[in-house]
């Protein structure tokens, strides 16, 4: 699997952004596929999943102000973001994993996961 992401760049605090992911090269019908973000000198933290089920699930951090989201076909993954804070720069990643999962109630972690893209910067100036 090939996931690449994009959509980032700079914003003010209080500013949105929509992050893009484009999977390819993977055939299974029922996947998950979530964000993460890894600030300067922090480890990476899962921030929002979405099942095959159409169900979702936030960081507390992000809820309210977050989306994630999918095309029709399933191809390419979303994060509407808004509001943003300084402190949620970083690098943003896309993710994936096979087969069907059991939603979750809580925010992604990174072993929840088998395939990552390179990531895109997200820098938010206050």
């Known amino acids: 699997a090939q996931l690449v992401e994009s959509g980032g760049g700079s914003v003010q605090a209080g500013g949105s952004l929509r992050l893009s992911c484009t999977g390819s090269?993977?055939?299974?019908?029922?996947?998950?596929m979530g964000w993460f973000r890894q600030a300067p000198g922090k480890e990476r933290e899962g921030i929002a999943a979405i099942f095959s089920t159409g169900d979702t699930a936030y960081a507390d951090s992000v809820k309210g102000r977050f989306t994630i989201s999918q095309d029709s076909a399933k191809t390419t993954l979303y994060l509407q973001m808004n509001s943003l804070k300084p402190e949620e720069t970083g690098m943003y990643y896309c993710?994936?994993?096979?087969?069907?999962?059991?939603?979750?109630?809580?925010?992604?972690?990174?072993?929840?996961?088998?395939?990552w893209g390179q990531g895109t910067q997200v820098t938010v100036v206050s």
């Open positions: 993710a994936t994993r096979e087969g069907y999962t059991t939603p979750w109630h809580r925010a992604p972690r990174i072993n929840d996961f088998d395939f």
């Open positions: 090269g993977y055939t299974y019908s029922a996947f998950t």
